[in-house]
């Protein structure tokens, strides 16, 4: 199979409490796409109505430690106590098969992905305020003052790092986020050195050496 006919991989970061759980689910509501999440494996405590094998693989911080030493992660980071990582074999055979994979990470995680997958998409999702972010945090009333207080912090660590992202999107109103997120998602599959392979015989180019080198 050639590279280009291969899924995107779509990295979706942004702080804590900005909406990144329910934009992913009204991309996926939307009509026509093709994705799926890849399930983060983490050892932070399952919140009530969180399900494990959906929402996150829940594991001791023993058996996370023994994963990274196994090198079963695409990429995994430390978050406010409690590691989170991705499973890289996962990734790989949705990617095979054509999906669209959508990571929902923290940015150090994501940085390590960028150094890794060169063709991924890298996308952070900023609040309309800090205001905005804090109500959110507390309305979820999932997590202590103290952490609400840990994660704002650290959110605005994170904010430092957006600039090293392709896109910036606002998450002023959900469906509107989603929107944008589909419209970068189709621009990036229409870029010419990820899709010209596909017009080699009605753009005359099968012996064309530069196909596709302007990325
Ligand atoms: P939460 O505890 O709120 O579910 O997640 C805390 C942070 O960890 C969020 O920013 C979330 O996107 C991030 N996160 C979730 N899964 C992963 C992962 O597999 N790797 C990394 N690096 N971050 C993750």
């Known amino acids: 199979m050639k590279l280009n006919d291969k899924g995107l991989l779509v990295v979706l970061s942004g702080p804590s409490g900005v909406g990144k759980g329910t934009v992913r689910k009204a991309l996926f509501d939307m009509p026509d796409q093709n994705f799926v999440y890849s399930v983060s494996m983490t050892t932070r405590k399952m919140r009530p109505g969180e399900v494990d094998g959906k929402d996150y693989y829940f594991v001791s911080r023993e ?17 406010v106590g409690n590691y989170y990582g991705t499973p890289l074999d996962e990734v790989n055979k949705q990617l095979d098969n054509g999906k669209e994979v959508i990571l929902e990470i923290e940015v150090e995680g994501a ?22 972010l804090y109500n959110r945090l507390k309305r979820r009333g999932t997590e202590s003052e103290e952490v609400i207080q840990e994660r704002i ?3 605005n660590r994170e904010f430092k790092l957006a600039y090293k992202y392709d896109y910036i999107v606002v998450n002023d109103e959900v469906n509107n986020a989603a929107d944008r997120i589909m419209a970068i998602i189709r621009a990036e599959h229409a870029k010419t050195w990820r899709s010209i392979h596909k ?17």
């Open 63 to 79: 058996e996370f430690e023994k994963r990274i030493e196994d090198g079963k992660f695409l990429e995994h980071a430390e978050f």
């Open 111 to 132: 940085l390590q992905v960028r150094d890794k997958v060169k063709d991924a998409v890298f996308i952070f999702l900023v609040p309309p305020s800090k205001e905005a």
């Open 153 to 155: 912090a650290k959110a």
């Open 199 to 215: 017009y080699e015989e009605l753009l005359d180019m099968k012996d064309d050496k530069n196909k596709g080198d302007n990325k």
